[in-house]
């Protein structure tokens, strides 16, 4: 459907120079900015003036650069940046509902973002429910006249769901309702706008920076919606102040630059992992597995080149063989146990004792989100066929296989 859609060439075609000719943009290293004539400092207040800034919680031309740069990758007419991911998805929440209103969730979600639904929201009023979002005659049963928004994310954390975009589409329209997507797992991989999404939001801090060396997050959107959300009277960003520093989304966007290269490689690697995991008798779940439940739909929805993404999860049957087989592998230096994904090195986690332990147990239960459960996202390592052997040892010597 989307084939001819490719966000790193959107990237690559935007031209920006700095200063003296740069063929970096300049970084404006500034808070606050001046002007000449007092009453057109009230203009830039009250309007929304391309060109112009004011103050750099609400924009400043770096955040500018890299929020176009992943405007241009989302295929959005704008975009803002904000200083995690975190930031961008409750500044998108608490902008679009308002007291008395609700949400339908995924319940296979980040566990911040599980926790901000579930244990945050009510204190402003606002309800959460929690569906199976693979199962759409259940996310349709849970829209009620007070819905504002489906919220989901497009390759699921830390179960590796796929989400239905164009169905989901053709829900959140009939019924009025804005269907907003983390497309965390799958930049590049993935482009929720042409199937149909209203709104992207993302943790930076994972793919798209790369290095583990920053937090950021973004929110791709209409030109109203960012605006709505910066609006010095009414946004949510503008007001709850998430704001991305100008020296990080420098960096950022230089990361951004590589962002293609590196998925495609997280992304070859993590094939040839799962792969070779499952002959062995692993229980794995990978999207680019024949075997994943949503596996056509996941080629249907990708885009060209950039694979399944880098993520993958191995059952090892118990929480202490997953342990076991984590330690040995850190101590093997083929990767870190650590949260986080997206760095050139392989970083492993327990999703059910880390990132997902927001989720009460029963919950976890019925998701199918057992205890010896690993989260892997695959490094950029060339020799993967090395790093995998290793890894094999360690699953052997831990008793899984
Ligand atoms: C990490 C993550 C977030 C939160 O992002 P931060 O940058 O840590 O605030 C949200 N969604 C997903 C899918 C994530 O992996």
Redesign the pocket.
């Known amino acids: 459907m989307n084939k001819n859609f490719d966000p790193a060439s959107q990237i690559q075609d935007i031209q920006y120079f700095g200063e003296f000719g740069g063929v970096n943009p300049s970084i404006t290293d500034s808070s606050t900015f001046t002007f000449l004539e007092a009453g057109r400092m009230e203009e830039v207040f009250e309007h929304e003036i391309e060109g112009c800034y004011l103050y750099s919680r609400h924009w400043n031309p770096m955040n500018k650069y890299l929020a176009d740069a992943l405007a241009k990758m989302e295929g959005t007419e704008s975009a803002q940046v904000m200083g995690?991911?975190?930031?961008?998805?409750t500044s998108v929440i608490l902008q679009l509902c308002n007291s008395g209103d609700e949400l339908v969730a995924s319940h296979t979600?980040?566990g911040?973002?599980y926790a901000f639904l579930k244990n945050y929201l009510p204190k402003f009023n606002i309800k959460s429910n929690f569906v199976n979002i693979t199962n759409l005659e259940a996310v349709e049963a849970a829209i009620t006249p007070n819905t504002k928004m489906i919220y989901l994310?497009a390759l699921s954390?830390p179960l590796l769901e796929v989400a239905d975009l164009p169905k989901l589409s053709a829900i959140a329209k009939k019924h009025n309702v804005k269907l907003v997507v983390?497309n965390?797992?799958t930049p590049m991989v993935i482009s929720p706008i042409k199937h149909g999404a209203d709104i992207v939001?993302h943790?930076?801090?994972?793919f798209i920076n790369g290095t583990s060396d920053a937090?950021?997050?973004c929110v791709c959107g209409s030109h109203e919606f960012i605006n709505s959300l910066m609006d010095v009277n009414s946004g949510s960003a503008m007001l709850l102040g998430p704001v991305l520093d100008s020296m990080r989304s420098a960096s950022m966007l230089k990361n951004l630059r590589s962002l293609h290269l590196r998925m495609m490689q997280h992304s070859k690697n993590a094939m040839k992992l799962a792969e070779t995991f499952q002959k062995l008798g692993l229980k794995v779940k990978y999207p680019g597995l024949d075997n994943h439940p949503q596996y056509d739909l996941m080629k249907s929805l990708m885009n060209d080149a950039y694979g399944f993404s880098g993520m993958i999860l191995i059952d090892a049957g118990s929480k202490e063989k997953a342990y076991k087989v984590m330690e040995g592998m850190q101590n093997n230096n083929v990767g870190y146990l650590a949260v986080?994904?997206g760095f050139y090195k392989t970083l492993f986690s327990s999703p059910g004792s880390s990132?997902s332990s927001e989720i009460p147990d029963e919950e976890r239960d019925e998701m199918g989100m057992s205890e010896g459960l690993i989260r892997m996202s695959v490094g950029l390592d060339m020799d993967i066929e090395r790093t995998g052997n290793i890894m094999i040892e360690q699953f052997r010597s831990a008793g899984v296989i």
Do not use: H, P, Q, R
């Open positions: 995690s991911g975190m930031g961008a998805i979600i980040y911040g973002t994310e954390n983390d965390t797992f939001v943790s930076l801090t994972k937090v950021g997050g986080s994904l990132t």
